[in-house]
T-cell receptor
Framework: GNSVTQMEGPVTLSEEAFLTINCTYT??????LFWYVQYPGEGLQLLLK?????DKGSNKGFEATYRKETTSFHLEKGSVQVSDSAVYFC?????????????FGQGTILTVHP | EADIYQTPRYLVIGTGKKITLECSQT?????MYWYQQDPGMELHLIHY???????EKGDLSSESTVSRIRTEHFPLTLESARPSHTSQYLC???????????FGSGTRLTVV
């Protein structure tokens, strides 16, 4: 079946540090890949997406590249801010028996200190 | 501005009460979903719908029920709430098969 594995958290960084959150996946066919962010007390917001191999999704300084050969979709940001503190979820949507349901990773807590 | 609305945002109720969590979207999306999020953050799909009069159980067994009488409305009902139902409930919708979901702000339910 489909699955997503995220880097274990929590991740604690100082402001302006470089961020990487690893994400690897297992899926049938050619899934779409997503990163979602959840701020405290809120629902999930779509941060970025990629729908085919070698696509790069980007938004608010965050980037992730769809790597089919390594089945990965790692999230990166060059300089984090305190306001980036949140929970980050990697997810995929694939066809087949899952009928396009989103499969989520377990989430990674990011805390950025001033 | 949110295009998918969940009410209430917070709810504290006593054991044995019947409750309905509301979810409405204004985007005309056919597919809608309910997720339960535990304190460890993991998200569990409990119900989904591909259109009017279509409802299916998700990956996690749940004592809740759902209905889809109108495209824009996907309420979740608990007939008799228990403390084990204490959780955050997130509603989502989508249009295409390869697009992401749009999530509501969630309902944080506490059963005492």
């Amino acid at each position: 079946g489909n699955s997503v594995t995220q880097m274990e958290g929590p991740v604690t960084l100082s402001e302006e540090a470089f961020l990487t959150i690893n994400c690897t996946y297992t899926a049938t066919g050619y899934p779409s890949l997503f990163w979602y962010v959840q701020y405290p007390g809120e629902g999930l917001q779509l941060l970025l997406k990629a729908t085919k191999a070698d696509d790069k999704g980007s938004n608010k300084g965050f980037e992730a590249t769809y790597r089919k050969e390594t089945t990965s979709f790692h999230l990166e940001k060059g300089s984090v801010q305190v306001s980036d503190s949140a929970v980050y979820f990697c997810a995929l949507r694939a066809g087949g028996t899952s009928y396009g349901k989103l499969t989520f990773g377990q989430g990674t807590i990011l805390t950025v200190h001033p | 501005e949110a295009d998918i609305y969940q009410t209430p945002r917070y709810l504290v109720i006593g054991t044995g009460k019947k409750i309905t969590l509301e979810c409405s979207q204004t985007m005309g999306h056919d597919k809608m979903y309910w997720y339960q999020q535990d304190p460890g953050m993991e998200l569990h799909l409990i119900h989904y719908s591909y259109g009017v009069n279509s409802t299916e159980k998700g990956d996690l067994s749940s004592e809740s029920t759902v209905s889809r009488i109108r495209t824009e409305h996907f309420p979740l009902t608990l007939e008799s709430a228990r403390p084990s139902h204490t959780s955050q409930y997130l509603c989502a919708s989508t249009l295409g098969d390869r697009e992401g979901y749009t999530f509501g702000s969630g309902t944080r339910l506490t059963v005492v």
